[in-house]
Nanobody, 124 residues
Framework: QVQLVESGGGLVQAGGSLRLSCAASGLAFSRYVMGWFRQAPGKEREFVAAISWSGASTYYADSVKGRFTISRTNAKNTVYLQMNSLKPEDTAVYYC?????????????????WGQGTQVTVSS
């Protein structure tokens, strides 16, 4: 049974930083692309960042490029999202997800398994 468990969310002031973690189990973690998405109230879930199985390739949404960094530690079955220079518009529930291919995708439908999400709130 595949499980993804996010942690690290919270309340932070604008300009601050948070580091999200996602621990995976029940799958061959090191073989797959991992992604982060977010969903704000009343909005659709949107792509944030993704990383290839080896960590050699990453891809970011324009809205977070230069502020967020995705990384992974395959030995720990964990993917991270370092978020710096946070803005109020980054407020959302953040989800990690697994794409069981070796190609980075940015659409929700390409990801097969999802975590329960962690709330990030950025105050102005």
């Amino acid at each position: 049974q595949v499980q993804l468990v996010e942690s690290g969310g919270g309340l932070v002031q604008a300009g601050g930083s948070l580091r999200l973690s996602c621990a995976a189990s029940g799958l061959a973690f090191s073989r797959y692309v991992m992604g982060w998405f977010r969903q704000a109230p009343g909005k659709e879930r949107e792509f944030v960042a993704a990383i290839s199985w080896s960590g050699a390739s990453t891809y970011y949404a324009d809205s977070v490029k230069g502020r967020f960094t995705i990384s992974r530690t395959n030995a720990k079955n964990t993917v991270y999202l370092q978020m710096n220079s946070l803005k109020p518009e980054d407020t959302a529930v953040y989800y990690c997800a697994v794409d069981q291919t070796d190609i980075i995708h940015t659409t929700v439908l390409e990801y097969e398994y999802w975590g329960q999400g962690t709330q990030v709130t950025v105050s102005s």
